[in-house]
């Protein structure tokens, strides 16, 4: 697992995520619009949509809000000129990170991502330069409170997972992207769903020590804060010991 999904899972233990709820709302809807504009606004026909609506419930999100979004995508009131843009670079220690946005301004944004990246210690890279490093999975989170782990784990593999890593406070379950809705359906019956999407995922991770680790996450809080990125990714890790000296700051 990434350190960039332990660091998340830090935030939302400490409360942080809701602080920036509003801005999540804004994201989301993006993800909605183009997800619809792309295939339709039936979720049921439109395996993309009903993925992200479902991330959008999973976050609370209106229904209202949700609703005028898919109409905005499918051009009943208009979705703009909205475009999905990744960029790729490297981060501290030679950490890879993909960056995907949704924009009406290319330069504005590849402007205000270099930048990021050049205040934290990173670079951008040519397109193609780091996204070989990651290969598209889907991946639930799942609180482990009042569950057995391995019974979990072999319910998910039956049900079609591809592989299960158990954390101290969680476990992810990973899968490949047509089998994600299916494998969820059948976890949800059993245990409490973190999360779940399909997501870049790195095919080996880079360990890096505390200070390093710090400096990284920095570099990718700073580029999830921007309004046009809506994602971030790396294949930065690092050890238990780290990350629980990065809880108690976040306390």
């Given amino acids: 697992m990434s350190g960039h999904s332990k660091w998340a899972t830090i935030k939302r233990q400490k409360g942080v995520a809701d602080a920036r709820r509003g801005q999540l709302f804004t994201k989301l809807a ?3 619009i183009i997800a619809a504009r792309q295939g ?5 026909s ?3 949509l009903r993925l992200v609506i479902q991330k959008a419930r999973d976050n609370n999100m209106p229904v209202d809000n949700i609703d005028r979004a898919i109409k905005r995508g499918t051009g009943e009131s208009g979705s703009g000129s909205l475009v999905e843009l990744t960029l790729e670079g490297y981060g501290p220690s030679g950490v890879a990170i993909l960056v995907a946005a949704l924009t009406d301004n290319k ?3 590849l402007s205000e991502v270099r930048n990021v990246f ?7 890279s040519e397109s193609g330069g780091v996204a070989w490093q ?6 639930l989170t799942i609180d482990k409170k009042g569950i057995d782990a391995d019974d979990i784990g072999l319910i998910a593999i039956d049900a079609g997972a591809d592989d299960v890593k158990i954390e ?3 476990m992810e379950i990973y899968t490949a992207p047509q089998n994600l809705e299916s494998v969820r359906k059948t976890i949800e019956e059993k245990a409490k769903v973190i999360s779940a999407e399909v997501s870049p995922l790195p095919s080996q991770t880079v360990l890096v020590a505390e200070k390093e680790a710090v400096q990284t996450l920095k570099l990718l809080d700073h580029l999830e804060e921007l309004d046009d990125v809506q994602q971030v990714f790396s294949n930065m890790d690092f050890s238990e010991d780290v990350a629980e000296k990065l ?5």
């Fill in 107 to 109: 330069n504005r944004t």
């Fill in 118 to 124: 050049s205040k934290h210690g990173g670079n951008l």
């Fill in 30 to 32: 993006r993800e909605i």
């Fill in 46 to 48: 439109n395996f993309k």
């Fill in 168 to 170: 101290s406070d969680y």
């Fill in 134 to 139: 990651f290969e598209t999975k889907g991946l």
């Fill in 247 to 251: 809880r108690e700051q976040t306390a």
């Fill in 40 to 44: 339709g606004g039936n979720p049921d």
